[in-house]
């Protein structure tokens, strides 16, 4: 089930969307605008998942270890492969 959501877009903005439709990106107006706010759903999560890494190893910067340790794991992965 979908809810109408009243919306008013300017001149340009509707025909950017027309352009979009037109191009294939939705079958109408409507798909367009819900694959829009798929994607900037997607953009918004991913940016906070981003952002909840860089602050973590700002918290707890990487060590020597830690790349000794990253490095030992590659190659025994690496060694494991079929080649």
């Known amino acids: 089930m979908t ?7 300017s001149d340009e903005e509707i025909d950017l969307i027309d352009e979009l439709v037109a191009h294939g990106v939705g079958d109408s107006r409507s798909a ?30 990487q060590t020597t270890q830690d790349d000794e340790l990253a ?10 492969e079929p080649w």
Do not use: C, K, Q, W
């Open 3 to 9: 809810t109408p959501v009243p919306t008013r877009f």
């Open 32 to 61: 367009v605008i819900r694959r829009a706010v798929a994607h900037l759903a997607d953009a918004v999560r991913r940016a906070r998942v981003g952002a909840a890494i860089a602050d973590s190893y700002r918290r707890r910067p």
């Open 71 to 80: 490095m030992g794991n590659a190659i025994a992965l690496t060694e494991a």
